[in-house]
């Protein structure tokens, strides 16, 4: 028998943006024009201010690890148990909810405030999720 | 405007005649019951009640089945505070003259699942979208994910939340009717089955059935009915994020904050004040959140309340005296047994009374953080 399907995002024309983004390989997060603050989830306004003049514009893909859980209890579609449901902080500032990937689903392994940076995963001709690795370090940084 | 203090009253309070496994009664059944114990508790019949209001059923499936048809109706459903914010608005509403007896109903076939409402997550909400995908699992899973950025940032410890449990059993073994009784130590906690690191079975809550039902009407007539009337001295209410990787600041819940100090400013009382406290604990971490939000310590010093035994049994300040979510009930949304609690407390008919206890802060919280609810209480006006 097959794994079950993951259960899986439903875009509205509100966030089509930001998924069309993970598609593509590109982390998509909106600001106000206006007052320039990052914004998530994505809606067609500033939260901050409240103007509807918001841009999308490209996220690093940089992120801090803010806090999870390593869950053991059944998802089926999810595969094996325990794995790590994760919040980070963007670069940017917002936050998402995500997996941590290319890692062991460890306290030891997954530190808070550790850097990690995005990692897109196909899940089927739409969609694309947005998840995290820990940060390769780049050339020239001391280990 | 606001509020007199003391202007509104409970005369009417009562749990499910049975608590824990009830496999012979749906969830409609449930608030059934309740409200039928609670108008018991009132000396009313159902054609006395003139407001109602409920969560988890719809209000018309309660009034169909009992009869009646009220004026001031409120289906508010913020989870498990939803109770909280049924008092406040039936006390404005009774204020305000919409109608002048209130009932509060509330019953959850939690584990039993007998004709229990269905939740499904549509793949387009923001939870959808946002948190589902990641394989969260049930709150287990969601509320607690706040946990270990509170832990770093406070200095609290994995043992901390564990306290929490043990302590909340001691309250539990002095009440005969809470669902786990026997004794625990930090070790049992820290040794019970792995649920979602770094919690444990032990710092969750139960999973159980039943219910509860209130009944409010002013202070004036409640002179008249049966039971010693408890007093509303302030309530407060708010809602924050949608779900838990929406919270603002993990460390601190500003619906808590909000709601804990609208409260006590309509209560006009300081922390001193308070006799009895009821913090909704779902999880363990949660009565820590509340002892710092709703202002009885500082930031990260809740650890150091219940490391000094002040919450428990011959402590200053006497916490979730049932024995609470982790101990005594909970089939979904708390917060109709924390109500109880504080009743009976101010009654002066609780299993584990505070001697001379005057006031009671209930507080709750609504889905994963999302939304809180406070209610201040009295015995005296």
Redesign the interface.
């Known amino acids: 028998m097959s794994k079950p399907q993951?259960?899986?995002?439903?875009?509205?024309p509100e966030?089509q943006h930001f998924w069309d983004g993970c598609r593509e390989g590109e982390l998509r997060l909106q600001r106000c024009r206006d007052c320039a603050e990052p914004f998530f989830?994505p809606r067609p306004f500033c939260p901050h201010c409240g103007k509807r003049d918001v841009e999308v514009f490209r996220a690093s893909g940089r992120a801090t690890l803010?806090?999870?859980?390593?869950?053991?209890?059944?998802?089926p579609?999810?595969g094996e148990e325990?794995?790590a449901?994760?919040?980070v902080t963007l670069e940017e500032g917002p936050?998402?909810?995500?997996?941590i990937v290319s890692c062991p689903q460890t306290?030891e392994a997954l530190q808070?405030d550790m850097p990690l940076q995005v990692h897109f995963a196909a899940q089927n001709e739409t969609i694309t999720?947005p998840l995290f690795e820990p940060a390769q370090p780049a050339p020239g940084d001391t280990p | 405007m606001s509020l007199a203090p003391g202007s509104i009253a409970v005369v009417g309070a009562a749990e499910t005649t049975q608590l824990g496994v009830i496999p012979d009664v749906s969830a409609l059944g449930l608030h059934l019951d309740a409200a039928l114990n609670a108008l018991e508790d009132a000396g009313l019949k159902p054609g006395d009640i003139d407001g109602l209001a409920c969560a988890g059923e719809h209000p018309w499936n309660v009034s169909t089945m009992l009869g009646i048809t009220p004026k001031w109706v409120d289906g508010t459903n913020v989870g498990g505070c939803s109770f909280m914010l049924h008092v406040r608005h039936a006390a404005a509403a009774i204020a305000a003259g919409y109608c002048t007896t209130v009932l509060i109903t509330h019953g959850e076939s939690g584990r039993s699942n007998i004709g229990a409402p269905q939740y499904a997550s549509a793949p387009a909400s923001l939870f959808g979208q946002f948190e589902m995908p990641y394989g969260v699992a049930a709150p287990a899973s969601m509320f607690t994910i706040p946990v270990l950025r509170y832990l770093k940032e406070t200095g609290a410890e994995v043992e901390d939340l564990a306290r929490v449990a043990v302590v909340q059993r001691e309250w539990a073994a002095r009440n005969p009717r809470a669902y786990a009784r026997e004794p625990i130590t930090l070790d049992d906690v820290m040794n019970s089955k792995m649920i979602a690191y770094p919690y444990r079975k032990l710092m969750c809550c139960l999973v159980t059935d039943g219910g509860g039902a209130l009944i409010l009407t002013s202070a004036d007539r409640a002179k008249d009915f049966p039971t010693k009337p408890v007093y509303i001295l302030g309530t407060g209410e708010a809602v924050e994020c949608v779900s838990i990787s929406m919270m603002q600041d993990f460390t601190s819940s500003k619906a808590f904050r909000v709601s804990g100090k609208s409260a006590f400013d309509a209560a006009g009382i300081s922390h001193a004040d308070v006799d009895h406290l009821m913090v909704y604990d779902a999880f363990a971490h949660l009565p820590l959140y509340g002892l710092e939000d709703l202002g009885f310590c500082a930031r990260g010093e809740a650890k150091d309340f219940f490391r000094e035994r002040r919450t428990a049994p011959g402590g200053e300040l006497p916490m979730n005296t049932n024995g609470g979510g982790l101990s005594y009930m909970h089939s979904g949304m708390y917060g109709m047994y924390a109500l109880q609690e504080s009743v009976r407390q101010m009654r002066g008919t609780a299993p584990a009374q505070v001697q001379g206890a005057k006031i009671s802060v209930c507080h709750g919280v609504g889905n994963m953080f999302s939304a809180a609810g406070t209610v201040i209480f009295s015995n005296e006006i």
Do not use: E, K, Q
Not at chain 1, 95 to 99: A, G, Q
């Open positions: 993951r259960l899986l995002p439903r875009p509205t966030t989830p803010y806090s999870y859980v390593i869950n053991y209890r059944p998802r579609d999810m325990p794995y449901i994760a919040v936050r998402l909810m995500t997996n306290p808070l999720l």
